[in-house]
């Protein structure tokens, strides 16, 4: 797009790009000096000897877990339907489920509490894990829908006359084809879960069920507001979500890219 | 569709029903569908639509969320509204940081996606460091910019050290000042995703267009505005629908940096309707606004749909 032909043109460009970078890149210095600054590296032996530091880790992971099988699992059926089968008012049904694309979480709050508290599923998983997942669902049906209606209906059609029933087809054709989108509702579902910080605020009442979103606030009782060890507890828990962006680059720009595009 | 054909006497009713139609013999082949969507269906419309009714249900009370007592107080809540200074406030910020948020990303974005268009060297580096924020949770970074915003905060520091320690001021304390905050943080942290974006589309750009603009004696910035721009306009009315649903949904880092304050100056619909069920009790009124916010996301929903339909036709 940009050219530059001449050394003069490429140093400028390469000036300006840098420029623009170091504001983004600041925060994040920001943050790895201030957890180093005072007591140095102690700061993290601190934060790491903490008990129940991991506990907040492995409830994360099993709500992601769980709310990526759910939403997995359900838009994969749903998607098949709407692409390929027969339904009667079929667009009524998707426009139900379409109108949920652009609800703002806390439009669920209230309601949600006085159920989950009649239900018995207050401080638990399932509190977090339905609604991030109803809430993921309508934009994952809309995206592998799509998808499987660009592939030919006569592929379906000869599994069909093959004698494959249609769950047959949904196990031998629909999971293997729709795995590039797969993967792209795996990663925007992981990282909406993974990231989400109201719904765990409201409904994990205990520190042994909270996620690492809340461990910023935990900290700020537990260390009396000491800054150089909160920022330490910050660098500590976006280690693993920078990580794994590292390892999967490519899968992470797609499927958030996926996630972004309508 | 019209010339039907009446079915022959001797055929069974049964199979002229089947034949009836070319395309209704087609449908009844297909296998019924209905059990399959089903769970989604149960899972997602069943628990939101629940929650709406609900939520409607409860708008009209005058509820604190415990007691048993719910008195019923019509569409008072809603009147009480269109009278609270903090909802229109709280509209005002959306609407303003939605503005602000989507022309400064845009440009950024679009500037990073030329930019390594180009080939410069530690493009990698480049990208990682602009996309690394999209992946972080906001309320993880949420200290960092509480601690990087404060009046002996890095920023200002920062400001000292280049000369401008005459700027240097409560960044987050002041009302003047903390709405630009919460904006320039959801900037650093969407920018990549819009560059990524732009990058994509740039590559779906024909080439020999390019060249036929470079051989017309077009500069970069001729190229950028009467080739480019055109060229990856789709993604920039996929990025403004994203950014202004972004905008109706914000709370996280109102939230977590300045509390929607100070003086409400960082509000928005996420925060207030937070603010008015969980810690101030007033569920009803809550409810009433969370209807509010409904309203507005659905009518979002529909232009939404209705500019996707505009995408689709036009290309």
Redesign the interface.
Known sequence: ????RTWKG?TA??I???L??L??????I??V??SLAGQGWKNFRAVLQVPGLGKFFVNSILIAVGVIV?VY???M??A???A?????F?EV?FW????????????????????ALRLGLYNTYWAVI??L???Q??FA?LLTRNFLMGLPNELFEAA?VDGA??FRT?LHLVIPLTRPIAAAVFIFTL?GA??D??MPL?FLQTTDMQT?????QYF?GEFSND?TK??AS?VI??IP??A???CL?RF??RG??AG??? | MQQRQPAPPVAGSVEGADSDQKQGRR???????????L???V???G??????G??GY?STLNWD?ISSTQPSVGDKNYVRIFHDPVFWAAIRHTVEFFFVTFVIQTF?GL????????R??LAMV?K??????????????????R??FAPDG?FNS?LRDVGLGSLAQPWIGQTSTALGVIMAITI?QW???TF??YY?A?TQ?DQSV?EAA?MDGAG?IR??INV?WPGVRG?TV??A??SA?GA??T??VPY?VTIGGPNYATEF??TY??RM??PLDH?GY??AL?II??VI??V??II??LV?RERKGGS
Request: charged share 10%; with cysteine; hydrophobic share 60%.
């Open positions: 797009m940009f050219e530059a490429r460009l390469q300006l790009a840098t623009l970078v504001p983004y890149l600041f925060p994040l920001v943050m000096k201030g759910l699992s359900v838009t059926l749903a098949y339907g709407f390929k089968l027969h339904i009667a079929r049904y139900m489920l379409l109108a949920c694309l652009t609800l703002p979480e806390v439009v669920l709050l209230a309601p949600l509490f006085a159920t339905l609604p997942a109803a809430l669902v309508p049906v069909r029933n249609s949904f990282i993974w990231n910080y109201l409201v690492i979103t809340l461990v910023p700020v800054q909160i920022l910050a828990t976006a979500e920078v794994a962006y590292l680059q992470f720009e958030l890219s972004a595009l309508k | 449908r009844h082949r297909k296998p019924p569908g209905l059990p399959w969507i769970p989604a269906l899972l997602s419309v628990l939101i639509y629940y929650c709406i609900y939520t409860i969320g950024l500037l990073f996606a030329v930019l390594l268009h180009a410069l060297k480049y990682v460091i602009v996309f690394v924020p999209v992946v972080l949770a906001p309320a993880i970074m949420a200290p960092v910019f601690h990087m890095e920062l650093w920018t990549g995703l990524v974006l994509a740039m750009i390019l470079r970069n190229t950028l480019i993604t996929a990025l629908i994203l649903i109706l949904k709370f996280d977590l619909l996420g309707i937070y069920t969980i569920v809550g409810g969370s916010l409904l996301a659905l979002m929903a939404l749909q996707g």
